[in-house]
């Protein structure tokens, strides 16, 4: 969690809210992740950070800079207030952090469970077919299963779903072991 997910909360659910009423939540979801995008680049951060440049003007150029990505619907007035908003208050930073509390009210609203899932080495399409089907047996929902790798795992995997997680790695398996042999 970073440290803007107590600020971004009320951001994405009165957004949700509003997309939700004007029958917009994908559009808001493509919005939301260009500007968490852009607001991750390592150069626009440096201009965010400037005393140099005002709210008003990272808004501008925020706003300007979505509004050139090839591919997005046109961003709304409602969006720049958005921008103008976060920015003035200095919290364009919680943008990414916006972004996936938005994403997870509309999943939610939508019946989709998230999944993430860490594996030791990169599964197979065949594997994750079937780890998506198993889970949205067990689960009731729709998947959406994101699969990252991390070789320090040794072997297995670690699955996050909501608040269960389920850790089926070797490295989770030493550390329970090494835990019962020092007791």
Known sequence: ??????????????????????????????????????????????????????????????????????????????????LRLLAENGRSAALPAIARRYEKLKHDAEGVLDVQVVSARKLAAKQQKELEQRLQKRFGKQVDLRVEVDKSLLGGAELKAGDLVIDGTLRGRFEKLSSLLNK
């Open 1 to 82: 969690m970073s440290d803007f997910d107590t600020v971004a909360r009320p951001y994405a659910r009165a957004l949700f809210d509003l997309a939700q009423e004007q029958g917009q939540l994908d559009t808001w979801s493509a919005w939301l992740e260009a500007a968490a995008q852009v607001v991750a680049n390592d150069d626009m951060q440096q201009l965010i950070g400037s005393p140099e440049l005002d709210g008003s003007e990272i808004a501008e150029l925020l706003f300007s800079v979505l509004g050139s990505i090839e591919g997005l619907t046109e961003p709304t007035e409602e969006l720049h207030n958005l």
